[in-house]
C-alpha cells in the first residue's frame, strides 16, 4: 500500500513511507477512516500536519488528518498515532438548517419534495453549501440552475464539488410521484445521512481527476452484479471466513405518536408483516416541536425504523485474484452473490475495504452485509 499527501489541488504528491503500521477502511453506509502508528515523531508530524489531506495509490478516496497522540512510555521510544476520516467528513462543520429571508430566526420545520430521500439529501446538501448550474438527463428540461448557499456564502466549500447523482431523477417528470420529507435541522451530515440510509443510498468523497482540484462529493447506490460477480467459499476463493445472522433486536413496522396524530409506517412497500415476521417499535414524538405533519411522522419513522435492521454479515479474506477486482470489476455498496458453506446463498452487499501494512505484510479484504430481499 502506497500511503501518498495530497498537494493544493489535492492532486497526489508525496509518497510516505517507513512508517510501523497502517490501517486504511473505506466504508460505504459510513465515513472511512485510518490509523498510522510510527515511532519517526518528528518527520509523521511535518509531513502529515493536522487537516492535511492523504491518498492511497490504489484508492480514489481522500482522507483528512484529524488526530495525533503522543505516547511516551518510561522505556523505548515515543509513539505517534495519527488518524482521521474521509473527506465527506468535513460536512458535519455545517448545520442543515434554513434561516427565514430578513428575519434571522431559524425555520425549524424544514421539508422538502422529491421522488426520494437521496434526491432530497442532494437537495439539502445543494442549498447549504451553493453548488453550480447542473444539466439533467432529460435535455428537454432546463438544467437545475446554480445555487447559492442559502443562509451564508461563507458556508459554501471551494475545493468541493456535489456531484450530481447518477440516479438523480429530474423533478420536472416526477411531480405525481414525489414526497414530501421532513429535513431535521441540525448537523448537516448526520441530516444528510439519515435521509440517505431510508432508501440504501450512500455518501462518498472522490479525488479530482488530473487537471481537476475540486474533490467529489457524490450520493450514489452501489450496483446490483449478482448476474456477474458470485464469490464462491466452497472453492477456495476466501482464505478465512465467519458468519453472523440474527433476526433478535430488529423492526420492521412502527407506530409513531406526536403531539396532534399518530400512524404507522413500513419499512418496505412488501405486504404488512405478520405473526412472528411482525417486528413492531414505538416512537413518541410528544416531546418533539414541529413534527405534527404526515411527513415528518413518517420520515422520523423511517429513520428510526433503519437502526434496527437484522444482522446477517459475513467477513472473509478473499484470495489475490478477487481482491484485484475491487475498484474495477465491483466497487463499495455494489450487491454481489456469495455462495458460502453450510447450504448459504446470500446477496451481499460491499460495506467495507480494508487494506493494512504492517511488520507481517500488506493485507486487504472486504466486509459484506447481506442484502434481505423485502427490503433491499
Known amino acids: 500500500m502506497e500511503l501518498l499527501t495530497l498537494d493544493a489541488n489535492y492532486q497526489p504528491a508525496e509518497l510516505i513511507e517507513r512508517y510501523d503500521s497502517l490501517v486504511w477502511t473505506e466504508r460505504y453506509f459510513t465515513t472511512g477512516d485510518f490509523q498510522l502508528v510510527t515511532t519517526d515523531v518528528q518527520r509523521m508530524l511535518k509531513l502529515l500536519p493536522l487537516e492535511r489531506c492523504i491518498t492511497v495509490r490504489d484508492s480514489t478516496v481522500p482522507m483528512l488528518v484529524e488526530l495525533h497522540k503522543i505516547q511516551k512510555p518510561k522505556s523505548g521510544p ?53 453548488d453550480v448550474e447542473r444539466p439533467l438527463k432529460n435535455i428537454d428540461l432546463p438544467p437545475l440552475p446554480a445555487q447559492l448557499p442559502i443562509n451564508s456564502v461563507n458556508d459554501a466549500f471551494s475545493m468541493v464539488d456535489l456531484t450530481l447523482p447518477a440516479d438523480y431523477q429530474d423533478p420536472p417528470d416526477n411531480i405525481f410521484a414525489a414526497g414530501s420529507f421532513e429535513v431535521k435541522s441540525g448537523n448537516l451530515y448526520t441530516t444528510v445521512m439519515e435521509l440517505m440510509t431510508t432508501n440504501h443510498h450512500a455518501l462518498k468523497a472522490v479525488r479530482p481527476a488530473p487537471g481537476s482540484n475540486k474533490i467529489g462529493l457524490e450520493i450514489y447506490n452501489g450496483a446490483n452484479l449478482t448476474d456477474y460477480v458470485v464469490f464462491d467459499a466452497r472453492f477456495d476463493q476466501f482464505e478465512d471466513s465467519t458468519y453472523l445472522m440474527s433476526y433478535a433486536g430488529s423492526a420492521d413496522w412502527a407506530y409513531v405518536s406526536s403531539k396532534t396524530g399518530s400512524q404507522t409506517v413500513s419499512k418496505t412497500q412488501a405486504l404488512e408483516p405478520i405473526d412472528l415476521s411482525r417486528r413492531v417499535i414505538y416512537l413518541d414524538l410528544s416531546g418533539v416541536e414541529n413534527v405534527d405533519s404526515w411527513d415528518a411522522r413518517r420520515t422520523r419513522g423511517l429513520i428510526e425504523l433503519y437502526k434496527f435492521n437484522a444482522t446477517v454479515m459475513y467477513t472473509g479474506k478473499l484470495t489475490d485474484q478477487f481482491l484485484a477486482g475491487f475498484n474495477s470489476d465491483y466497487f463499495l455498496g455494489d450487491i454481489l452473490r456469495l455462495d458460502g458453506e453450510y447450504g448459504l446463498s446470500e446477496y451481499v452487499r460491499v460495506a467495507e475495504f480494508i487494506r493494512s501494512d504492517d511488520s507481517t505484510g500488506s493485507k486487504a479484504y472486504p466486509t459484506f452485509e447481506t442484502v434481505v430481499t423485502d427490503d433491499a
Open 78 to 130: 515515543p509513539q505517534l498515532v495519527i488518524t482521521g476520516r474521509s473527506f465527506e467528513s468535513v460536512l458535519e462543520r455545517r448545520a442543515a438548517v434554513k434561516f427565514e429571508a430578513g428575519i434571522g430566526t431559524p425555520r425549524i420545520e424544514w421539508i422538502e419534495t422529491g421522488p426520494k430521500t437521496s434526491d432530497v439529501a442532494y437537495q439539502v446538501m445543494r442549498q447549504i453549501l451553493g
